[in-house]
């Protein structure tokens, strides 16, 4: 899966101080593609349609990325690992349910969102206890679970659903009100996002899960608690899922036994497009939340200029799969320019 | 040469339905019925099939109920309908996730003498052996476009948000609407849109999102698809457009309670489930004992709802839907 | 890759013994037996066949996917391109082109479609994951641009004969047998063929395959092409088998194909397992929701036990293997008192 | 000055250990003592055990019998964390780092310096990485991605990891296979002051003279069993590998005239940009080219771009007189050009597959019938060139993964000696090879040589190509510098080349 030849960093490495400002520069772009990507994607939706971005129209591409956007947080910090969490799906659905459930007919939202959190806790944890202890492909694990919690769930909720009359107004509200344009989801989310992204960054933990995803083998030789680590990053992404349902409770209203079905495809997407690599050790939970943002303000773009929703799909489709090849092809060229700048800096320290 | 379309015009090839039957056949006991909802555990699809089931309890003939967790699972159906076949029920009522699909199986289940009523979505008329319509789509289509045309004073622009674009009953509804808005009474009605959902919470989120984002002046939205008309009176509730756009189509009571109770909703329409897989029910029974044979013109007695006639290619009409408003909904408990 | 400096030379051999694809086979005999024995109306042809029939789609993909995933690439865009050749060979049919035409045209298109999988991975060096998940959206997408509502049933009787029907008087359905015969092709072209042989190496080790001459990209972008085929291939079948041409056909038949390659022991990191096993695991998933639909288990506690099945088919043999490890460990323990005294 | 058995207790020992690969006996009852500031070398042939002896002792394999010391009180390492917190740095035999962490948190995973709320101080991390190079003489940038190092920087890089421990006990097994003389003389320099410093030092090394520049004492392994501990003063090279070996050693540079033909391989102004430029040779059947030069120099490169395995900007590659197309492998082996790589574990081998389907990869041609493989044709194949090289195996059919260092290069060898190549380019082939299966492989390559072979062997060991060349080439810098004919060949005229000190003459 990997050019090895042209890895934009190997060659970065030929001439060190140089190139090195070179690279950061280029890394940091990468998230900026995306961003640049997303904003001239709502800048021209918002010259055809002015009334997208009109305060109605921020709060709701806000509302729409938020419970997207703490999933993919998650996930990125599992796919960090080299591992993947395919059963957040049904996660959310069976902590949304749950905390629907302990709300039906008046209780605590506060409680809810915690009985929501710790069941996506409980369910991270048996994810990563499989996948660490076993030491197991976490692919074929979570793929299982996804089926397992999936269908305890539907046994469970059976035909029932939540809807809002059965919710506390307070909690409803909750789901759409804000600070002006900014919804309080939007602000827990960010919230969550810049504590997962300083964690990753500057804390040992943080760092070893880039270790550990970078090469098992050096990790464990390198004394880095890996079971520990993995079962951690479930955790939080298990957490984060169980979060995340409580918020689609808020935001949506209702819930029943298919809720979040499929979702992990979008998830994954989203981590993908954030530029996290399914090979481990590389990414930011930033590039996941901006790949969350970008993936669901696509939703929110193509029904106000009027694309028929028979194109939809296909467009999704194929602008997913031009934000990954622009992405890769401005990676070759810039590998490509620092290759030449290499060989001609050493021709003339040659001379 | 070839095979083409047209070279092949005798295609299909189920069992015709005979017009032997006897009138006054007893009506048989220890049958077993089987449903096979589009979806189990749609609540929906659970109070039919619970109207069902008390139906058969009633007539002294057992229920059983069978199906795939996901809407559009088709390979899964029509498995479902090899396993009946193969456990030998004496008939099938299902609802139809695609009219085709499902024929090869349901034929094969009539050669082995297995009775195939459809109810709330219905297949081509030559696999099965009776429709039971929850109401006429004429009559769905057509009201649908006036209570919301009342709604908005005969004036603005509307939009329909549908579940997926290859829903049956759905595009049949959409066709009456069509229909009804060419009276001179609609002239400053304006139908600018129809999206489609895909029967997704989310989905049906975005594209509200979407047609007041691009058509600022909408005035209503008609929603056939109880999963649509909730998506949308929840984005609505928690919107700007709360009470300004207007909001009608076909919804569950107990879905809607909430946004007509705040006013976000004025009034929509549904038939009784209940009843419909009641009259299924009645249906299968009466085909099993031999009453009936599902030709037009034959009828049959569905206990305290009255004598059914069964109309042309083989369709049992439930009758009007019921239009719920604040002031009725509370009767209401499904 | 902590496994293989782990594991000692014995425990591998007796892991060989107990191999998980081998296991899973004997696995789906036992099921078979039982059924056989125990379940009514399992055993009779009109039943098998079905099973057989419905399991079919899942099992073609089954075979180049199983390729795939050992030479380390994965297509979800499987399903979506089955879809699209559903579709527009529903399209082509209502424009009125003969069959015997379309069909080709349909392989042709799937090819193609595999074609780009391939050119995005290969070419851009893009995660393959990462491209199918978009060809996943784009062809389903495409599909629905191409019928739109449309479901088309009217195909030939001949050719809806053929998808859905049995040989006379046997449990064999008619599409078993070219079934079979790319079965057996993929077998050998897998294992006995130096193609496969570099397949593995590369699923295992890219670099050293391409430093041994292996012509990684070349292999990989046919290996997608045949998946693309394959995949528009059980599209014609799908349509004919359910007759019914309809843009969503076949959607989330990539799980299906996934789970049971899975469970029949392909590691997704590469460079390991059988197409046997893959096989056996499709079939065994197959034959499970038969058994327990006709022994009527709910869909959802059917959801559950293959959740579960997936798991174990994990969990066990490294269970298997833990405890040999121990057993080993306590056996040389026991011969060596003396070598403790010394110290 | 003799260097007795010091009286102090070991601060780390092995008593009676063994451990056990399934039907593999690793290591049987061995015992070895390691002394506070005395530098303790670890001697054996290729798969002797020496490496599972360190991992023993770093906590990463656990004895099946016998204990491990710390300070004279038996200790049970539950994983290489816990030999860690106990003051072991090891340094292994392949390196082990994370490829897209930068090459300072490399050195410092888990154990970055830390600010106030336990956060980590990237700058701190940053700045002791530099401070690190700088003593070894290490031109590396420590924010620079560990991802695409060559193999001896990436040995560098671990050599760093341990000296940052300011460990008691300092274990490296085979630091120096991959480095020049000049990196050699500084880690010796940092190693012996470590060692003044009271340190402990455990050193695994295949060239016996490093051995006796840094060492006091040895331990000498044979087949996993415990042969000798004792000063190296007044023992000779030989006695050493006598005690290896058993046996006394045959000539290592056993160098064959062979009548030399005409031009096999002929390589002209061959250019990747921004690695080599401008590179022109010949090689002659029956010749053996020697292409020597720093660490970094781009004699990989060349050989890489020479194989097709990365593509050339500029430039043409002749074999027989036959121009080659590059950019792919399979093209050059079709030319009958073989190129035993230098990174045995990445491009190598696959270290996954067994050791006849390894070798069995390049062989395709001679082990199909019909389309399909033959098992036994494969297998008499592997078995035929596993044999001539000696390698060390249980069964044909095992994980080459489970292989010694050693063994592990000699099945790369196997693997390409197999496909019979008129031209061998060899890159670094005996790195790692223990000195008797080095004397083999020279004999090998020269009896290939004079069956007409044109042979070009890349080595960083001086020795070796003073040994066995008929010519020498040298880069520097992606150019060629020189071309030495075998007279006049020495090691300053070499040097003097690779760094750069002669330009080549016109
Ligand atoms: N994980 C393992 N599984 C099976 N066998 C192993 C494993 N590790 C080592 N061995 C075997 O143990 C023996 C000793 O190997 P070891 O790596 O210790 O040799 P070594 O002395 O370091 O050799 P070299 O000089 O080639 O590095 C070899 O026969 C090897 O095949
Ligand atoms: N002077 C230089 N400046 C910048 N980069 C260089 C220089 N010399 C070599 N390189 C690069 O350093 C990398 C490492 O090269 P490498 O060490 O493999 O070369 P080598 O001559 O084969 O050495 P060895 O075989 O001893 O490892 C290559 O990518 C090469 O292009
Ligand atoms: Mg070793
Ligand atoms: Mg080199």
């Known amino acids: 899966m990997t050019v090895t030849a042209d890895t934009p960093q190997q060659i970065a490495a030929d001439e060190p101080t140089a190139s090195r400002r070179f690279l950061d520069r280029v890394l940091k772009l990468r998230a900026l593609a995306v961003l640049a990507v997303l904003l001239v994607m709502l800048a021209a939706t918002q010259i055809y349609n002015s009334e997208f971005l009109s305060q109605q129209g921020v709060k709701d591409l806000l509302l729409n990325a938020t419970i997207l956007v703490l999933v993919a947080v998650g996930q990125a910090m599992v796919v960090i690992t080299r591992n993947v969490d395919l059963s957040v799906g049904s996660v959310l659905g069976i902590s949304a349910f749950a905390a629907g459930t302990y709300l039906h007919g008046g209780g605590n939202p506060l409680l809810a969102v915690l009985i929501a959190v710790g069941l996506g806790v409980l369910f991270g944890l048996l994810n990563g206890l499989l996948v660490s202890l076993g030491q197991v492909p976490a692919l074929v694990v979570t793929l299982g679970t996804l089926y397992i919690i999936r269908g305890i769930d539907s046994i469970w909720v059976g035909s029932r659903q939540i809807t809002a009359n059965d919710l506390p107004a307070s909690f409803v509200d909750f789901g759409h009100d804000g600070l002006s344009v900014i919804p309080y989801l939007a602000l827990l989310t960010l919230a969550v996002l810049v504590a997962a992204g300083y964690y990753l960054r500057s804390y040992r933990g943080g760092r070893d899960l880039y270790a550990l995803g970078s090469s098992p083998e050096a990790a464990r030789l390198a004394g880095v608690p890996v079971r520990k680590r993995i079962l951690t990053a479930y955790v939080v992404c298990g957490a984060l899922a169980g979060l995340a349902g409580a918020l689609y409770l808020a935001r949506f209203g209702n819930v029943d036994s298919g809720t979040g079905n499929g979702y992990e495809l979008t998830v994954v997407s989203a981590v993908v497009v954030g530029g996290v690599a399914f090979t481990g050790g590389s990414g930011t939970v930033y590039g996941a939340a901006l790949g969350a943002l970008l993936l669901t303000s696509i939703n929110s773009v193509l029904p106000s200029i009027g694309v028929s929703s028979v194109w939809v799909l296909a467009i999704d489709g194929v602008l997913l799969l031009l934000a990954i090849a622009v992405d890769r092809i401005v990676a070759l060229r810039v590998a490509g320019v620092l290759r030449k700048r290499a060989a001609q800096m050493r021709s003339a320290h040659h001379a | ?334 | 890759m902590p496994e293989t400096t782990k594991a000692p030379a014995p425990l591998a051999r007796l892991g060989g013994a107990v191999r998980w694809d081998t296991a899973v086979g004997a696995l789906l005999v036992v099921l078979l037996i039982c059924s056989f024995s125990f379940v009514e109306n399992f055993g009779n042809a009109l039943n098998v066949s079905f099973l057989i029939g419905n399991t079919l789609p899942i099992a073609l993909i089954a075979l180049p996917m199983t390729m795939l995933v050992v030479s380390g690439e994965i297509d979800l865009s499987v399903g979506s391109t089955a879809g699209l050749s559903g579709a527009v060979m529903g399209a082509l049919w209502n424009g009125g082109m003969a069959i015997e035409t379309i069909i080709p045209i349909c392989l042709l298109l799937g090819a193609l479609c595999g074609l780009v999988n391939g050119l995005l991975v290969t070419r851009l060096g893009l995660p393959s994951l990462a491209v199918t998940i978009g060809t996943l959206a784009a062809y389903r997408g495409i599909a629905q641009i191409v019928l739109g509502a449309d479901s088309v049933t009217d195909f030939p009787q001949q050719y809806l004969d053929f998808g859905a029907g049995r040989i006379d008087g046997t449990f064999i359905p008619y599409a078993a047998i070219p079934f079979a015969v790319l079965l057996l092709i993929a077998v050998l072209v897998l294992h006995a063929t130096p193609v496969g042989r570099s397949l593995f190496a590369v699923g295992a080790s890219e670099e050293a395959a391409r430093f041994a001459g292996v012509r990684v990209r070349r292999l990989k972008l046919a290996m997608f092409v045949t998946t693309g085929l394959i995949s528009s291939l059980t599209g014609v079948f799908w349509a004919l088998h359910y007759a019914s041409a309809r843009y969503d056909n076949a959607t989330g038949l990539e799980l299906s194909v996934i789970a049971g390659v899975l469970l029949g022991g392909i590691d997704f990191d590469g460079g390991k397992g059988t197409l046997g096993g893959a096989i056996a695991g499709v079939f065994l998933l197959g034959a499970g929701q038969n058994v327990m639909s006709l022994l009527n288990v709910s869909a959802q506690s059917q959801i559950v036990v293959t959740g579960v099945l997936l798991v174990i088919s994990v969990l066990a043999p490294r269970i298997g293997r833990q405890v040999s490890q121990a057993r080993a460990r306590r056996r040389s323990a026991d011969k060596a008192p003396a070598a403790l005294a010394a110290s | 000055m003799t260097h007795p058995e010091p009286e102090t207790t070991p601060v780390l020992a092995l008593e009676g250990v063994s451990k056990s690969f399934g039907a593999v006996r690793a290591l049987r009852g061995v015992s070895l003592r390691l002394h506070a500031g005395e530098a303790h070398a670890l001697a054996g042939e290729n798969g002797a055990g020496k490496s599972t002896l360190i991992k023993t002792l770093a906590g990463v394999h656990r004895p099946d019998t016998g204990t491990v010391l710390l300070d004279g009180r038996p200790v049970e390492f539950h994983g290489p964390g816990d030999a860690r917190d106990a003051g072991v740095a090891v340094i292994y035999q392949e390196p082990t780092l994370f490829p897209d962490l930068s090459v300072a948190e490399n050195i410092f995973v888990g154990r970055q310096p830390r600010r106030s709320l336990g956060r980590v101080d990237h700058k701190a991390v940053r700045e002791a990485a530099a401070e690190l190079f700088r003593r070894l003489g290490v031109d590396l940038d420590p924010e620079q991605p560990a991802r695409g190092l060559s193999i001896a920087d990436q040995q560098l890089v671990e050599i760093a990891k341990a000296l940052s421990f300011d460990a008691r006990v300092l274990i490296m097994d085979e630091p120096t296979a991959a480095l020049t003389g000049s990196e050699v003389a500084r880690l010796f320099g940092v190693v012996k002051s470590l060692r003044e410093q009271g340190a402990a030092v455990l050193f695994i090394s295949h060239r016996l003279e490093e051995i006796f520049a840094l060492c006091q004492r040895v331990t000498t392994l044979r087949d996993g069993a415990w042969i000798a501990s004792e000063p190296l003063d007044g023992l000779t090279e030989d006695d050493l590998v006598r005690r290896m070996v058993g046996r006394d050693l045959d000539e290592l540079y056993p160098k064959q005239d062979a009548e030399i033909g005409e031009v096999a391989l002929s390589v002209r102004r061959l250019t990747r940009e921004g690695v080599f430029t401008d590179v022109s040779f010949e090689v002659r059947r029956g010749e053996i080219v020697g292409l020597a030069g720093l660490v970094g120099a781009g004699r990989s490169e060349v050989a890489r771009a020479v194989f097709g395995v990365d593509r050339r900007d500029a430039g043409e590659v002749v074999v027989d007189g036959k121009p080659l197309r590059g950019g792919a492998p399979s093209l050059a082996m079709a030319a009958g050009i073989a190129l035993v790589p230098e990174d045995r574990r990445a491009q190598g081998l696959v270290m996954d597959m067994s050791i006849e389907r390894n070798i069995g990869l390049t062989g395709f041609a001679a082990t199909t019938k019909g389309g399909l493989m033959s098992r036994g044709a494969e297998r008499s194949r592997a078995l035929d060139w596993a044999v001539r090289l000696q390698v060390k195996y249980a069964r044909l059919a095992d994980v080459v993964g489970t292989l010694s260092g050693g063994n592990q290069q000699k099945v790369v060898l196997a693997k390409w000696l197999a496909t019979a190549p008129g031209v061998l380019i060899v890159d670094e082939p005996t790195r790692g090879i223990d000195v008797g299966t080095k004397a083999e492989v020279h004999r090998l390559l020269s009896r290939l040589a004079s069956e007409g072979v044109a042979v070009l062997m890349i080595s960083s060991d001086l020795p070796e190509i003073l040994g066995m060349a008929d010519r020498v080439l040298v880069m520097h810098e992606g150019r060629l510098t020189a071309e030495i004919p075998r007279s006049e060949a020495t090691e300053e005229s070499v040097m003097a080349a690779a760094t750069g000190r002669v330009r080549r003459a016109a």
Request: hydrophobic share 35%; with cysteine.
């Open chain 2, 1 to 334: 040469g070839g095979t083409t379309k047209n070279s092949s015009k005798d295609s299909g090839g189920g069992a015709k339905a005979t017009a032997s039957a006897d009138p006054n056949a007893a009506t048989k006991k220890g049958l077993t019925v089987a449903f096979l909802p589009k979806q189990v555990n749609n609540p929906y699809f659970t109070i039919a099939d619970g109207g069902g089931k008390q139906a058969l309890d009633a007539l002294g003939s057992s229920y059983k109920e069978v199906g795939t967790s996901s809407g559009t699972d088709t390979a899964g159906q029509v498995s479902y309908v090899n396993t009946l076949t193969q456990q030998q029920v004496d008939a099938i009522a299902v609802s139809a996730q695609d009219p085709g699909a499902l024929c090869t199986s349901l034929n094969q289940a009539r050669k082995n003498g297995i009775k195939v009523v459809t109810y709330d979505s219905d297949t081509k008329p030559e696999c099965r052996d009776l429709f039971v319509s929850q109401a006429s789509s004429e009559d769905l289509g057509r009201t649908e476009v006036q209570l919301l045309a009342e709604q908005i004073g005969y004036k603005g622009e509307i939009a329909i948000l549908s579940a997926a674009q290859t829903a049956t009953n759905q595009n049949t509804w959409i066709d009456f609407m069509k229909d009804e808005l060419k009276d001179p009474k609609y002239k400053d009605v304006k139908l600018v849109k129809v999206a489609y959902g895909n029967d997704d919470a989310q989905q049906s989120f975005q594209q509200t999102q979407g047609l007041l984002q691009q058509y600022p002046n909408l005035k209503g939205i008609i929603s056939p698809t109880t999963v649509g008309i909730k998506a949308a009176a929840q984005y609505l509730a928690g919107s700007k457009y709360k009470g300004k756009v207007k909001l009608t189509g076909l919804g569950t009571p107990n879905d809607m309670r909430a946004y007509v109770k705040n006013g976000t909703v004025d009034a929509f329409e549904l038939w009784d489930p209940a009843k419909l897989g009641s009259l299924a029910s009645y249906a299968a029974v009466a085909l099993a004992s031999g009453q009936i044979s599902g030709a037009e013109g034959q009828s049959f007695k569905a206990g305290d709802m009255g004598s059914y006639t069964i109309g042309k290619d083989g369709v049992v009409v439930l009758g009007k839907p019921t239009v719920f408003t604040k002031d009725n909904i509370d009767q209401f408990k499904f």
